[in-house]
């Protein structure tokens, strides 16, 4: 039993020993293999040389190219590393310069020039490398690298490449979309902000020059005034003519201090009117200018036996503080305040000129008148206005041109309809109409008493909470359902500021209408309209000549 017990532990100690044997003689062969594998793979990297440049400039940049440069660096020719890293940064700009030459294509630019000079670059760095000196000493040679060479042509290399990113730097911005953008942007920013002060300049200037008295108007003013001072004699008073209040004749009212403008009206309304000696002209002016608004007319008489009947403001009476609002308002020293600090904001000071508003007083000033035609001084009359006191006004007071269109010129412009009482009274959708040229039936005005109607509403805008400077916006009020529309070829308006008028237009027109900044008798005057005022200006008058209107 013993020998059998240590036969079989003998048996089992032998199997073990085979076992680990045949364990560690498994792993030698292992690490045998991978280091028979290890030193083929270097062997056969070693053995290749570092790829010239190509001729499509094309950068190595798979995983086969990068372990290329590790194992050279591993080797003992310090050159060679320093090759393959030349070598390297000239692919790099090529691809680069290559970049940005499609780029530019792409984007179609008119850079043939540059383009060139890019094609030109990237060729450069490609014949560089396919130099025969180069290409024998440093790429297909297995000995050790030239380091003179090698210095040769990193130079040259380094030349090219400076040259190239003082190219890129220099045309960077035409190629980059965000330095483009961003360049565009502060482009747009400055050209804008340069517009807006332009136009804040050119409206300055053009309110300056609309605004302000043309020194040749005040020359005429002048003259006139000192041919009056020099022969009182010639320049008395007359007593008023009866032609002045017959109600049979066809009377026109105009209101303006501008001596040359009313002329151009009364001449432009004698010369087309078939029986001129029926027409009868009411001109009232302020008292500064009464005086050289009656020479003129008496140096220069109406042709056709036309009546001109000219006073001052100042000669009605009634227009005083305790009947007319706007004077009660004027008076007061906050209300002027207020006046004169939003006509100054608003640039038009002739709101608040007594003149400006004696439209709404004609009846009180021509009692024994059954219709007048209110004219603007700056119209100009092209044919017999005679038809207008014909026209049926179907009991209305004001026959007038509606200015509508779409949605613009609508009463809801032109007055505040937050406030209640607008908003009850009126309708916001409501056409407008514009002064400048109507007919006024007196007798119907005065039984409507709309005079009454207007210092309702003048009374209530105290504070301008229901519309801001003007007459329009009282007009549109006090003749609210009182204006009978005309025919749109009796008065055609915007020859002052909208130079789209068609031609055709105007001269179908009965009134052309100047209204505006843009004057007839200014500089600032639209040219291609311009002539339509001058024919009707007296150029024969002395002092016309003597003032140089430049006409």
């Not at 290399?157 to 942007?185: P, W």
């Not at 008292?287 to 008496?298: D, S, T």
């Not at 959708?429 to 207007?454: S, V």
Request: with cysteine; proline share 3%.
């Amino acid at each position: 039993m013993a020998v059998v017990a240590r036969s079989g532990r003998g048996a089992g100690g032998s199997a073990f020993s085979s076992a680990l044997r045949s364990f560690f003689s498994y792993r030698i062969f292992v690490s045998a293999m991978f280091t028979l594998l290890f030193f083929a793979t270097a062997s056969v990297l070693f053995s290749s040389h570092p790829a010239h440049f190509s001729d499509n400039s094309e950068i190595q940049t798979t995983g086969r190219a990068y372990m290329h440069r590790t194992f050279l660096a591993l080797k003992s020719d310090p050159l060679k590393t320093r090759l393959d890293l030349i070598h390297k940064q000239a692919n790099d700009h090529i691809v680069l310069v290559n970049a940005y030459a499609s780029y530019a294509r792409k984007l179609k630019l008119e850079i043939s020039k540059q383009l060139k000079t890019f094609d030109d670059m990237a060729q450069n760095f490609s014949d560089l490398g396919l130099k025969p000196t180069y290409r024998t000493a440093l790429f297909e040679s297995d000995g050790a690298v030239d380091e003179e060479v090698l210095r040769q042509f990193e130079k040259e290399v380094k030349d090219k490449i400076k040259i190239a990113r003082l190219m890129i730097a220099e045309n960077k911005e035409s190629y980059d979309n965000q330095l483009k953008i961003q360049k565009l942007k502060d482009t747009i920013f400055a050209v804008n902000e340069l517009l807006i002060k332009a136009k804040k300049n050119g409206a300055f200037a053009s309110l300056i020059a609309a605004k302000s008295t043309p020194k040749s108007l005040h020359c005429l003013a002048m003259r006139l005034m000192g041919e009056r001072i020099a022969n009182p004699e010639k320049y008395r008073d007359e007593e008023p003519k009866p032609e002045f209040e017959d109600p049979s004749l066809y009377h026109y009212a105009i209101f303006s201090d501008n001596v040359i403008a009313i002329s151009v009206v009364v001449n432009s309304a004698v010369k087309n009117a078939e029986e001129p000696w029926k027409h009868v002209f009411h001109i009232v002016t302020d008292k500064m200018n009464l005086a050289a608004m009656k020479v003129w007319f008496k140096m220069r008489p109406i042709e056709g036996g036309a009546f001109v009947d000219i006073k001052a403001v100042e000669e009605f009476t009634f227009l005083n503080s305790s009947y007319v609002p706007l004077l009660r308002q004027l008076e007061s020293a906050n209300l002027q305040k207020i006046y004169l600090e939003n006509n100054t904001k608003s640039e038009n000071t002739k709101h608040i000129s007594m003149l400006n508003y004696l439209k709404f007083y004609l009846p009180e000033m021509y009692p024994k008148l059954h219709r007048i035609l209110f004219l603007d001084d700056d119209v100009v009359v092209q044919k017999d206005l005679t038809g207008l006191w014909k026209v049926d006004l179907e009991g209305k007071v004001n026959g007038a041109v509606e200015t509508c269109f779409g949605s613009f010129h609508r009463y809801a412009q032109y007055l505040n309809f937050s406030h209640p009482l607008i908003k009850e009274k009126f309708n916001p959708k409501a056409c407008a109409w514009a002064f400048g040229m109507n007919i006024f039936d007196l007798d119907a005005w005065r039984r409507e008493r709309l005079t009454d109607q207007y210092h309702y509403w003048q009374d209530l805008n105290e504070d301008e909470s229901l519309w801001d400077m003007g007459t329009l916006p009282p007009g549109l009020m006090t003749f609210y359902s009182t204006t009978k529309s005309l025919e749109k070829t009796w008065h055609v308006l915007g020859l002052g500021y909208n130079p789209s008028i068609s031609m055709d237009e105007i001269n179908n027109a009965a009134v052309i209408h100047f209204n505006g900044n843009m004057k007839p008798w200014l500089d600032i005057a639209m040219n291609q309209f311009k002539h339509l005022w001058t024919k009707y200006v007296d150029n024969e008058m002395e002092f016309v000549q003597m003032c140089n209107f430049g006409l």
